[in-house]
């Protein structure tokens, strides 16, 4: 690795290290005029004790609720949790001994703690702990919160449709991720409480902690005196920074094992027997309404299919429709009707749906086996089947940082799969690919989608996609519904000019209805069609599919070149038709710009679309 830094790094970097390692290799020089036998060996040893045990008290007290708040600092929006995470840090900006005198208001001898507690909470153990938690909470409240607020929230929203409740969540999935940075928090808070001094001064004078004891030894003897003094605090600090970082190294050392082989053949009998008894197909009911800021959507859709997809352009509320369909968001009104049964009100974890979010939301701190074993009710058998299906092998042990992006998405899919769900839901599952993966990845899909008892609803802005792994479509824009129904009727009768482009017509044309199989786009140009019968004189768009044009000298249609583009081996040519300009693809062959053409048109690839009457 070649290091690129700034030429005045080093010496600047270099000055304040030598400065902060000095005064430790001065004291060591002057260990020799060290003052040993004015020591009160045993004052100094209970000092210690005091020290070590009020740090270890406080800092124990400040993990209990430091990180929940942290947490929730972290995860709650709004004004109100600003100031709150602003004020919990002030004791960070107070001297100490400010902190103490703003302490003694609330636990001194006068003050209404302190008269309830008959003075117990100063002057004593108790005392040098509070004032401990005080300083030292701040220094794990903000690492907690930076900690919590790095995690991207998807990986919880996912965890809750494995079936895990929000406590088990928290302890599985967001505190190991969060946990290094904690146990920094944690290190710097315990460092903080051992060596704090004034806030403990104001509120327990007696007994005496190491730092206070340091003070009145040093205003009795001076100097010399101090050296022993400080020998057992920079041990026990040393002590606590490597036991800390040997801790903090030590990995999540738990492997889970594969259910044995010898299981296999049964395992995938039944898996074969699922298949053969499913019925594939979910009958949906969807009624959603949700207003976030300023978008609201607004989705009733009632496909009974075994492969679904919603099409939509970005930011028209795809993923938003699966998060509420899954649970993670919640409706303001609506259903979700689910082979009869309304799941709107069960949480994400009870629903029975399972959930591949965009980007996948691997949990970053597990293996692939031990992703996949995290599901409630993860059956062993199933996890095995799907390792062998979606072909993990010899990836079990490896952490997501170690998969390539196709790989991630199989963990996903079969992590989703473990479990029995009726509904499969993926949010743009192949968008992060490249295009021959993706391209390999979808047809593994649709092969897929024939094994699985779930239904699927993919969510994409893919048109292609959603044709070839879809038999209903829902189009949404704007958080509204489009069009729906099944994908060859909604590609050959797009509602409107919006829903063709968002099938993927690139150029559009206008015409009126000849008769029930044919449009006039230009003056006694007829372009014949397929497909339920037209209303004469009707007003309709059209578009076709560039790839459905075919040039052919005994086509029936004929046109003039107007543009032609290279694209690769191919070109694209627009050709001026009627009224209409329509690309087409085409191989080599003489052809240029002005010259006539003749062509054929597929009529089962026109798509239209009715416009209002002119
Ligand atoms: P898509 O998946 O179709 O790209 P999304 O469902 O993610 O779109 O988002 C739909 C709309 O909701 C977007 O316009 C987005 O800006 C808005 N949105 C998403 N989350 C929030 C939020 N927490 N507050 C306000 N608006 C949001
Ligand atoms: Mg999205």
Redo the contacts with the bound molecule.
Sequence with gaps: MTLRTPALFPWLAGLLAIYLIAPLAAGVQQAGLADWNTVDTGALLHACVISVASATTATLIIAIGGIPLGYLLARIPGRAMGALGFLVQLPLALPPLASGILLLFLVGYGAPLGRLTAGALTDSFVGIVLAEVFVAAPFLIIAARSAFAAMDPVLEDVAATLGHRPLFVFFRVSLPIARSAIWSGLLLAWLRAFGEFGATVMVAYHPYSLPVYTYVAFGAQGLPAMLPVLAPTLALALAIMVLSTLAGAQVNGRRLSLPSTAALPNALAKMASRSSAMTGAVDLALRLEKQ????R?DVAWSPQAHRLAVL??????????LKLIAGIERCDRGTIMVDGRDISALDPALRGIAYVPQNYGLFPHLTVIEQLHFPVDADPHAVRHWIDRLGLHGLEQRRPDALSLGQQQRVALARALVRPARLLLL?EPFSALDAPLRSRLRQEMRALQDELNAATII?THDPAEAALLADQLLL?DA?QVLQSGPTDQVFRRPANETAARLLGAESVATGVAAGTDSIAVGAGVLLRIAGPALESGARVGWTVPAARIRLSDAGPYQGSVESIIDVGTDRQITIRFGNAAINALVGAGELSCGSVCRFDIDPDAVRIWPLPAA
């Design positions: 976030l800021g300023g978008f959507l939509g352009p970005s930011g028209s509320g795809k993923s938003l429709t949010d969510v949404l958080g």
